[in-house]
């Protein structure tokens, strides 16, 4: 008889437990299959359990067979340089003319010099074979095919294939036509550069007429005697047609063609005189001659609003036109802007306060800055035409300079002529009081009390006047052009007893530029005396021959070189080196017209376009420096004469810190005023002030001409006045700007450095004085002021009571 088990849920749970606990325990740990499978998979699988067994899954993407790259390519947008090529903004007119070769010197000239400045563009349109390089007027453009029909259709294309994009408005005009390039250019402001323009003169108003010309097409083209301006939109589609109209060219009458092929490409089937509202009239002087007519022609409206006049067929006419309406714009632009004054002033109405609308006379001039106290205040000097007073506190009466002179007279002049023009009655006999002052916001303040006698009152009268002369009016300078790309050629002049200063200046030299690839090149100058040998082993300047050739070698990848020049000096020259010059601010003194033999000899290698700093053995410079010397050297327009900073020799003084890379400072040395042995310029520059001092400093050319060089210097000058390559350009009277400016970047001392290395105990030093009061100024400082005083302080406190000289 069975026996009944009744379980419950607990039971279930424990029985669960049981097994899931015995299945574990008896289930293998590793897995591994048997089959026939790929090896790259079979690879990746064992891969994989190596992984999972170590702990860390690292998971392996399959990139075979697929894509690497997207199937789009995203395409970089390059955006245009300049906002008004991406905004599509272009200039507003262009002038071409059409002329001959023997009118590009004369009457196209006249053209260029009345117009040129006052558009956009200009050019002249001649024969090819005409073309040729003595023209003084470069903005020509010549066309192989020399019939004159097709003349126009070149001059088209030309257009159409160079500058089309670039301008709204094109002028074609011949040689015979004036242009009164600002009415044109206000005009075209007030045009839509969106319809296609076709505006000029009738030909039915010109007299000379081409047989091929009916007279019901008179009215249809414009003449280009008087200009034609066509919109950058009708060229677009006259240059899609110019083999149709180059085909049906078969007037000799340029106006004609030209209409013919508007009217075929845009289909404009007349010529306009008058477009949305702007008239852009011409004026035919025909009958009349200017240089005896003009005061007829003068006094007529349509003249007087011309933009265009012809015929003119003299150059003193085009220069009559055009000084006649720049005079006219002038008159116009002086009433505008005294309307525009009398506004400004009169724009409140009354009902507020000039200082509230900021509105005060001058115009557009700022007012002063109130003083913060009254050592701000800015005072008011008084003055004359030849003096000034109270000048400072310590100076009663001073000179004025001749720049100030010239400035007073010339404000005065201004002043009388103003009182006379507002009050015709009045004679000016003299100044009462005058006064100046500066202010760096408003410029320079006159206020004048003059003597006037009224004529018709026959009294003395005081009238006063307030002049200013803005500084806020600014003046675009033109400035030539510089780049800090420009390959400078160093000169490095050597004597016999600066060898050891040479070579550290040229590991400085491989340092600084041919390792870092700068575009330069150096090329040593050595002096030899004259009973010095000059080759094999002897050579005194063998090492440095041999460390040039080294690193010409390492760098002539990079362009980088290292020459040398050899120059033999006579035997008056060939004296000892002084030990004691080394203490002097120049290196190269007492030779330091040796300079003028080394360059003169070094440019023959050079060549006549380089840019060239002339240097010194005991100088250091960074980079920065040779770009400074880039960007303040200017062909035919200013030399560089750096002011370096002297170092002190602080390791043998001991009362400062020696730091070559750290930045300038009091304590470290100053800046040498004295020194000149740094200069740089162009080559044709130097060439062409040593010409016009060639009979005061004789050009060498080769060794022999030292000797008269020293000569005729030694004749001409007890107390030279040229005693530098700086001194050269200044008293060539050439025009050459000699800038002088401090460089922190250009360090000098190297010398003394080495020199004081040798002296420990100080006996060379001790014995080199400063004999001449001439001479102080050139000797360097081995310390400040300061510093010395604090050194002379602490040995009187040590010694006591004794006497120091």
């Given at each position: 008889?069975?026996?009944?088990?009744?379980?419950?849920?607990?039971?279930?749970?424990?029985?669960?437990?049981?097994?899931?606990?015995?299945?574990?325990?008896?289930?293998?740990?590793?897995?591994?299959?048997?089959?026939?499978?790929?090896?790259?998979?079979?690879?990746?699988?064992?891969?994989?359990?190596?992984?999972?067994?170590?702990?860390?899954?690292?998971?392996?993407?399959?990139?075979?067979?697929?894509?690497?790259?997207?199937?789009?390519?995203?395409?970089?947008?390059?955006?245009?340089?300049?906002?008004?090529?991406?905004?599509?903004?272009?200039?507003?007119?262009?002038?071409?003319?059409?002329?001959?070769?023997?009118?590009?010197?004369?009457?196209?000239?006249?053209?260029?010099?009345?117009?040129?400045?006052?558009v956009d563009k200009i050019k002249f349109f001649i024969h090819a074979d005409n073309v040729k390089s003595s023209f003084n007027l470069k903005n020509i453009v010549g066309f192989t095919d020399t019939r004159e029909h097709l003349r126009p259709f070149h001059m088209l294309k030309y257009l159409a294939d160079n500058y089309l994009d670039e301008y709204d408005f094109f002028l074609l005009l011949t040689d015979t036509t004036y242009v009164n390039a600002r009415m044109v250019r206000r005009q075209l402001q007030h045009l839509s550069v969106t319809l296609d323009v076709y505006i000029g003169t009738n030909i039915g108003y010109v007299t000379d007429q081409d047989e091929n010309?009916?007279?019901?097409?008179?009215?249809?083209?414009?003449?280009?005697?008087?200009?034609?301006?066509?919109?950058?939109?009708?060229?677009?589609?006259?240059?899609?047609?110019?083999?149709?109209?180059?085909?049906?060219?078969?007037?000799?009458?340029?106006?004609?063609?030209?209409?013919?092929?508007?009217?075929?490409?845009?289909?404009?089937?007349?010529?306009?005189?008058?477009?949305?509202?702007?008239?852009?009239?011409?004026?035919?002087?025909?009958?009349?001659?200017?240089?005896?007519?003009?005061?007829?022609?003068?006094?007529?409206?349509?003249?007087?609003?011309?933009?265009?006049?012809?015929?003119?067929?003299?150059?003193?006419?085009?220069?009559?036109?055009?000084?006649?309406?720049?005079?006219?714009?002038?008159?116009?632009?002086?009433?505008?802007?005294?309307?525009?004054?009398?506004?400004?002033?009169?724009?409140s109405n009354r009902t507020l306060s000039n200082d509230i609308l900021e509105v005060r006379w001058p115009l557009g001039v700022p007012k002063s800055n109130p003083p913060e106290s009254r050592h701000d205040v800015v005072p008011w000097v008084t003055l004359n035409t030849t003096h000034s007073f109270m000048w400072q506190s310590e100076v009663n009466v001073k000179r004025l300079s001749a720049i100030d002179e010239e400035d007073i007279r010339n404000v005065l002049n201004k002043t009388i002529l103003h009182a006379i023009r507002t009050h015709p009655d009045a004679e000016f006999r003299g100044i009462h009081t005058a006064y100046k002052r500066f202010d760096t916001v408003r410029g320079m303040d006159y206020r004048l009390l003059l003597n006037f006698y009224d004529r018709k009152r026959r009294t003395m009268v005081q009238k006063s006047f307030e002049v200013i002369k803005p500084i806020s009016l600014i003046e675009i300078i033109p400035s030539p052009y510089v780049t800090e790309s420009t390959r400078v050629a160093l000169l490095l002049p050597v004597f016999e007893s600066q060898i050891l200063e040479a070579e550290q200046f040229m590991e400085l030299y491989e340092k600084t530029c041919m390792e870092s690839q700068d575009n330069t090149f150096l090329m040593l100058i050595f002096f030899y005396r004259a009973e010095t040998p000059s080759k094999g082993d002897q050579d005194v300047f063998l090492p440095l021959k041999n460390i040039a050739l080294a690193l010409t070698e390492k760098h002539k990848q990079d362009g980088s070189r290292v020459a040398w020049v050899s120059i033999r000096l006579p035997i008056d020259e060939s004296i000892t080196f002084n030990n004691s010059n080394r203490y002097s601010s120049s290196l190269n003194v007492p030779q330091t017209l040796m300079n003028f033999v080394a360059v003169d000899l070094a440019l023959r290698k050079i060549g006549l376009e380089s840019l060239v700093i002339v240097c010194t053995n005991s100088a250091s410079f960074r980079p920065d420096f040779l770009n400074r010397v880039r960007m303040n050297t200017i062909q035919g327009f200013q030399i560089f004469s750096p002011i370096g900073f002297m170092m002190y020799p602080c390791e043998w003084t001991g009362?400062?810190?020696?730091?070559?890379?750290?930045?300038?400072?009091?304590?470290?040395?100053?800046?040498?005023?004295?020194?000149?042995?740094?200069?740089?310029?162009?080559?044709?520059?130097?060439?062409?002030?040593?010409?016009?001092?060639?009979?005061?400093?004789?050009?060498?050319?080769?060794?022999?001409?030292?000797?008269?060089?020293?000569?005729?210097?030694?004749?001409?000058?007890?107390?030279?006045?040229?005693?530098?390559?700086?001194?050269?350009?200044?008293?060539?009277?050439?025009?050459?700007?000699?800038?002088?400016?401090?460089?922190?970047?250009?360090?000098?001392?190297?010398?003394?450095?080495?020199?004081?290395?040798?002296?420990?105990?100080?006996?060379?030093?001790?014995?080199?004085?400063?004999?001449?009061?001439?001479?102080?100024?050139?000797?360097?400082?081995?310390?400040?002021?300061?510093?010395?005083?604090?050194?002379?302080?602490?040995?009187?406190?040590?010694?006591?009571?004794?006497?120091?000289?």
């Open positions: 008889m069975g026996k009944n088990i009744n379980l419950n849920r607990n039971h279930y749970l424990v029985l669960g437990l049981l097994c899931g606990f015995l299945f574990s325990f008896y289930s293998p740990q590793e897995t591994t299959e048997f089959g026939a499978e790929c090896p790259d998979v079979t690879e990746s699988s064992e891969n994989a359990f190596v992984l999972l067994r170590d702990g860390e899954f690292e998971p392996q993407l399959n990139l075979e067979q697929k894509p690497m790259m997207a199937k789009k390519v995203v395409k970089n947008i390059i955006r245009p340089r300049y906002y008004y090529s991406e905004l599509g903004i272009r200039e507003k007119l262009f002038v071409g003319v059409l002329t001959t070769s023997e009118n590009v010197e004369t009457i196209a000239t006249a053209i260029n010099r009345t117009a040129a400045h006052l010309i009916n007279e019901s097409n008179q009215n249809q083209y414009c003449d280009l005697n008087a200009g034609i301006i066509l919109s950058s939109g009708l060229i677009r589609k006259v240059r899609a047609n110019l083999d149709w109209c180059v085909r049906n060219a078969v007037s000799n009458y340029h106006s004609v063609n030209i209409g013919k092929c508007v009217k075929y490409s845009a289909k404009i089937k007349t010529c306009h005189q008058s477009w949305q509202g702007v008239d852009i009239t011409s004026y035919n002087i025909a009958g009349y001659k200017i240089y005896r007519d003009f005061h007829l022609i003068a006094e007529q409206e349509a003249f007087n609003k011309a933009a265009m006049v012809y015929p003119i067929t003299s150059m003193d006419d085009f220069y009559l036109l055009h000084a006649y309406y720049s005079r006219v714009h002038l008159k116009q632009n002086t009433i505008v802007k005294r309307l525009l004054q009398n506004d400004a002033m009169q724009l009362l400062c810190k020696l730091c070559e890379n750290c930045d300038v400072g009091q304590s470290s040395g100053y800046f040498d005023h004295d020194n000149y042995d740094v200069v740089s310029f162009y080559s044709n520059d130097y060439v062409l002030a040593r010409k016009k001092l060639e009979a005061l400093l004789p050009i060498v050319r080769n060794d022999k001409d030292i000797l008269n060089f020293i000569s005729t210097i030694s004749s001409h000058y007890s107390n030279p006045t040229i005693s530098n390559i700086a001194d050269l350009f200044t008293q060539s009277n050439n025009k050459m700007h000699v800038l002088r400016a401090i460089e922190p970047n250009l360090r000098f001392g190297r010398s003394v450095i080495n020199s004081l290395s040798k002296d420990h105990s100080g006996k060379q030093i001790s014995e080199f004085r400063c004999s001449k009061q001439k001479e102080k100024n050139k000797c360097i400082k081995v310390a400040s002021k300061k510093q010395i005083g604090e050194v002379f302080v602490q040995y009187s406190k040590q010694f006591g009571s004794h006497e120091f000289v």
